[in-house]
């Protein structure tokens, strides 16, 4: 039954994200939504003043940690950093129109995009990306996938909330 095994995967990665999060949450995250879904890249982004910064990747050779994308110039990213609603780009034609690193997402083999945004209470923290072939995520795909970028406000926030310690 593929509920039970969606709850219990999330059941493992929450409690990781709870307890230990430096002991693999990221490397949790990719495991169950590549179980649960599939992809082709899965990539973590944290937002760190105008820049999203890379935390994670499925694909460090193509999509290093530590790359960045300036949100400063992208209209369509701080939107939905603003907004903080997930985006489907279904096709080459939204990858194409949406993102300015299409041709290295096309060269993966990927033609579509699920954006889902790490939020919380104090605003969106950052984005969960998976990238497949055309036409792979569906709406229900979102349902998915949200939980898993909600666990991800828990280690930074707390990390935040460190970092403002005197």
């Given at each position: 039954m593929k509920s039970a095994r969606a ?43 105008a820049r999203l910064v890379r935390t ?7 999509y290093p940690s530590g790359g960045y ?98």
């Amino acid at each position: 039954m593929k509920s039970a095994r969606a709850l219990e995967l999330f059941s493992h990665t929450s409690e990781l994200a709870i307890r230990n999060p430096d002991a693999g949450l990221y490397r949790a995250i990719e495991g169950a939504l590549n179980e649960l879904i599939g992809f082709k890249l899965l990539t973590i982004l944290r937002l760190k003043g105008a820049r999203l910064v890379r935390t994670h990747t499925s694909d460090s050779a193509t999509y290093p940690s530590g790359g960045y994308k300036d949100i400063t110039d992208d209209q369509w990213l701080r939107s939905i950093l603003s907004d903080g609603v997930p985006v489907i780009s279904e096709d080459s034609t939204k990858v194409r129109e949406r993102f300015v690193d299409h041709e290295a997402i096309f060269a993966m083999g990927c033609g579509s995009v699920l954006n889902i945004p790490v939020t919380s209470a104090l605003g969106t923290l950052g984005s969960l990306n998976l990238l497949h072939e055309a036409y792979w995520f569906k709406p229900e795909h979102i349902v998915l996938v949200r939980p898993y970028a909600l666990l991800l406000a828990v280690p930074w926030l707390a990390e935040e909330a460190h970092n403002r310690r005197p």
